[in-house]
């Protein structure tokens, strides 16, 4: 079964940029939409953007639209989430997840999670 492994966390100012990977272990995502979100300390986990199987469409929650972006390649069966214009906001431990609906912001139509990876933004 194919594993999620999250990287590129981080500290950060406020204002500052990070680029988070979601990589395949294990198996193969190159089929699958591929949703982050993110859980704050005693939140929920919420959604932060999905993209296609192609990747060539997105879709962002309201509170990342324009400073978040994802990308993928397919030769390296990888997920890129680059953050930019970061926020004390944005703390949390992010995750990336499968799909085989998108675009879906639905945290319980998303499987194979990874550990995490925990962003940290001081202001």
């Known amino acids: 079964q194919v594993q999620l492994v999250e990287s590129g966390g981080g500290l950060v100012q406020a204002g500052g940029s990070l680029r988070l990977s979601c990589a395949a272990s294990?198996?193969?995502?190159?089929?699958?939409?591929v949703g982050w979100f993110r859980q704050a300390s005693g939140k929920e986990r919420q959604f932060v953007g999905t993209?296609?199987?192609?990747?060539?469409?997105?879709y962002y929650s309201d509170s990342v639209q324009g400073r978040f972006t994802i990308a993928r390649d397919s030769a390296k069966d990888t997920v890129w989430l680059q953050m930019t214009d970061l926020k004390p906001e944005d703390t949390a431990v992010y995750y990336c997840?499968?799909?085989?609906?998108?675009?879906?912001?639905?945290?319980?139509?998303?499987?194979?999670w990874g550990q995490g990876t925990q962003v940290t933004v001081s202001s």
């Open positions: 993209i296609n199987w192609s990747g060539a469409t997105t």
């Open positions: 997840g499968l799909t085989t609906a998108y675009p879906t912001t639905t945290p319980h139509k998303y499987a194979n």
């Open positions: 294990g198996g193969s995502i190159i089929a699958y939409p």
